[in-house]
């Protein structure tokens, strides 16, 4: 079936993506997810010295340079046999909760938040009932009349700057209604208000937490203190006070103000509980150490779910993944586990290079047991909710609990869906800002016993390792492998590869393929469910 | 519209700007602190703070500027950085200053709608807007391994440069190619300023290319470029001579921005002098914030101003947090500034310049005002370099006993 529709560029997201999709009476009923940039950062890496590479890796993303930081350290402590002390695990796990709540403050109003709610109409929001629905939806409150003010004089202005166009060919002022139908018409202007002040608060808040990695890592972004062995940062007592009051600042905005306002939105879209689940597998290597760091004792934990087979957690092996490249633009071998991969780019380009019937992507196509698999916060929240044995698993299922039941909705499994997704980032958010707060405490107490060491040091020696960790948008993998003391070959698997894979050699679709597959699509030419299907994986 | 006036040192300041920093739990002290920090940076006197504050808030009470922001191989991270913005903040910058109808990471429209709001805002403003060029431009594949909205990003980046009336280049990847171009350069990165100079049809209509090197970019300096421009005023008496102007120095960098070394100001230069140095992360050295020399920073040899401006609102810089600088506004960073770890050697004539990078006449006399100012005015530490410089390879507990020894000569101690 040729496809009719087409999503190129994808804004709103890290890096360059197209999307195309064929519908048919309303419903995509194919798909293809297109990476159209490569920058060769395994080719560069090869050669240098191996602790340069969490320096030069973090480069990758200028959203996630915290968690790429982290990967590529451990997989130099992984190849070396380095356990980093306590007080380095300590500093690196706020330091990566830093990253990870601004990143999904970042991608929830800044990125995300024009797929729900229609700016323009927040001009027709009546003030007095903007704070009275406010104080009803349990959310914060701001200067909802200054904020409708700062809209309108951007609207009479006549120039609506980062707005333009935003509408899908639709003129906002002309045909209010017709805008309206796309988002959906029932949500009040007043929740439309709210949205758009806390938006334009989200920037501040996404920044407060930036400071947080700036405090521990000197900038955002790319912080530089979380070398291979420990940490840089020395975190004397007024600095371990300071991370405790600007982390119960962020805990305290995620929990008042980000969790009702999904709240509030999500009755709105409950029809994307129905659709946008995708393959139905999920992976996550973990993220947040605990004292004895392994992997499945991790505050958000390693697993692996089919749920074809049932909703159950199997401990992943990393000697199970494979990457294939026949739809992409590599000449490499496919079919390589990481710890043993190429990356060779394709030397020259035709008309007809781009053709979704055969290669169309610099992604290249990850598998789990031969299995497509989504990363993300969805999959941890499910892998955590479904580890009973885990530390975390009560907190994640009170959490998750908590928010199904304000929603109305018995089945969990609803919430391998688009809406599922969304709220999955969310919650995961506000369980990570609750555990910062307890981090903070365990580091002072550490200091005082004197168990918060900062660095072991290491002496390089010719041996491979793999980084398994988690960057906020999804599973991510380093694999070095060292040779003469330096970098013989450096293999980097990203939450994007694994999310936005393009098929594999079976010819099976990645995650947001099959997640685009089923999706209503009322009018192909202003495909905004699309949009939405694709920027809730946050990529 | 900004119809009330305040008086700042006798200068009228738009009252709109004060309420909304106000919105924002930002005093008009700390604005003017702000606008200070400019002053100081720009190498101007502080009697120019309230001229300063008189421009900002002018330009945020009257029409938006035009300005277009365009990603190339980009990691999205100078996009990120002046997100971290604060005095103004990012939604000041886009929703009261300046108009960014195209910035792909934030603006409301997708897809071709998001191509056409770029498209049609450039055909309009022809000649006069600002762009904003971040990321590598990559030419591997005649410029197809980049492609956006199936188009080849050189193309773009021709397109929208040919009708803008100046260019910033923000970032070491839009400035130089960045790490990208790092050895072997598989994508075959390169920089705007080299690109359009080999590419586009009339060389000598190129619009000036403002370079603001760094990975990443400071938000600070970007303002500081914009308040420059504001100060000034006139577009058209900047782009007569736009290298007086705007004191741009021969890599086409603001003077002001890129004239001194991130060791000249560094707040640990103190412990730098007394030999006082960090041999290993996570001890006692680290806590007392001694130099990070010994660990490979690249602060004397790397023109940036982190020291003084800071970064995320004042909140640290890289050393003060106990990372070693490793050189992101150099020229070819990464391959000339690594092993990043490996204490600061080869001081010499190429050190800077290195396959394609300034190229040895210019580095000359870069490299002449590291050794002058940065490291020649300090016996102990220079001999410390010259003494590593031959021989790379000391460990250690070697180069402590060297720095112990050469230190008790001079009557002091080296407890590290």
Known sequence: ?539 | MAEIHKEVYGMAVATDLYERLAAHGITRRDFLKFCGTLAAVMGLSQTAVPQIAAAVGEAAGSGLYPALWINGAACTGCTESIAQATQPNVADIVLDILSLPQMETVMMASGEYAEKAGEEYAAANKGKYILICEGAVTEMLDGNVLRIAEKPYVEILQHYAEGAAAIVAVGSCAVDGGWVRAYPNPAKATGVKAYLDANISNPKKRPPVVNLPGCPVNPLEIIAVVVNVLLTGDLTKILKDPVKELNLDRQNRPKYLYGSTIHDNCERRGHFENGEFVYQFGGQAEADNYCLYAMGCKGPQTYRHCSKLRWNNNMSWCVASGGPCIGCGNFNWVDNNTPFRQRMRRIGAGVIGGPGGLGIAKAGAIVGGVVVVGIGAHALASKATHRIGKNSTLKNEEMKTYDARKLKKKGGSADA
């Open chain 1, 1 to 539: 079936m040729p496809s009719n529709v087409v999503i190129d560029p994808v804004t709103r997201i890290e890096g360059h993506l197209r999307i195309e999709a064929a519908a048919e009476n309303g419903v995509i009923k194919d798909a293809w997810v297109s990476s159209t940039n490569y920058r060769g950062m395994e080719t560069v890496l090869q050669g240098r010295a191996p602790e340069d590479a969490y320096y030069i890796t973090m480069r990758i993303c200028g959203v996630c340079p915290t968690s790429h930081g982290h990967a590529s350290s451990k997989s130099v402590e992984d190849a070396l046999k380095v356990t980093v002390p306590n007080g380095a695990r300590l500093i690196r796990n706020l330091l990566e909760a830093a990253e990870f709540i601004h990143s999904h403050i970042l991608w929830f109003y800044t990125l995300a938040a024009l797929d729900y709610v229609n700016p323009a109409k927040a001009l027709e929001a009546d003030v007095a009932n903007t704070y009275a629905l406010a104080e009803q939806a349990g959310t914060s409150t701001a200067d909802f009349a200054a904020v409708k003010a700062r809209l309108l004089k951007l609207v009479e202005g006549g120039d609506l700057s980062i707005f333009t166009n935003g509408w899908w060919g639709i003129n906002p002022l002309t045909d209010p209604k017709k805008a309206d139908e796309l988002y959906n018409p029932k949500m009040p202007a007043e929740l439309h208000l709210i949205a758009v002040a806390h938006y334009l608060e989200a920037i501040e808040m996404q920044a407060e937490a930036a400071q947080i990695i700036a405090l521990i890592g000197g900038k955002f972004p790319h912080p530089m203190t979380s070398v291979a062995g420990g940490t840089a940062f020395s975190p004397n007592d007024d600095r371990v006070a300071e991370l405790l009051y600007r982390f119960t600042k962020l805990n305290d905005w995620v929990t008042k103000t980000m969790i009702p306002d999904t709240l509030a939105i999500a009755p709105f879209y409950v029809g994307a509980l129905e659709y946008g689940g995708g393959c139905g597998n999920f992976l996550a290597w973990g993220v947040f150490d605990r004292k004895n760091q392994t992997l499945d004792s991790r505050y958000l934990p390693a697993g692996f779910i089919e749920t074809a087979q049932g909703l159950t957690v199997s401990k992943p092996d990393v000697g199970k993944v494979k990457e294939y490249v026949e739809h992409t633009w590599y000449t490499s071998p496919s079919g390589l586990n990481p710890q043993k991969g190429e990356t060779k780019a394709m030397q020259s380009w035709s008309d007809s290079s781009y053709n979704v019937e055969d290669k169309y992507s610099w992604c290249k196509a990850p598998r789990y047991d031969e299995k497509a698999a989504e990363v993300g916060p969805l999959a941890r929240m499910l892998v955590a909710y479904l580890s009973p044995d885990n530390e975390s698993n009560k907190v994640v299922a009170d959490t998750v609990n908590g928010a199904l039941k304000k929603l109305g909705i018995t089945d969990p499994t609803k919430l391998v869906s688009l809406l599922g997704r969304v709220a999955a980032r969310n919650l995961e958010c506000a369980v990570i800002s609750g555990w910062t707060i307890e981090w903070c405490a365990e580091l002072a107490a550490a200091k005082k016993e004197g168990t918060a060491a900062l660095f072991e040091p290491y002496t390089v020696k010719d041996k491979s390792g793999a980084g398994l960790w988690e960057a906020p948008r999804g599973a991510l993998g380093h694999f070095i492998n060292i040779k003469g003391g330096r970098i013989d070959s450096y293999q980097v698997v990203t939450p994007s590869t694994w999310d936005l894979s393009p098929r594999d050699k079976a010819g099976v679709p990645g995650p947001m393929e099959a997640a685009l597959i089923g999706t209503p699509v009322a009018d192909v030419t202003r495909p905004i469910e699309a949009a939405r299907i694709v920027r809730s994986f946050d990529p």
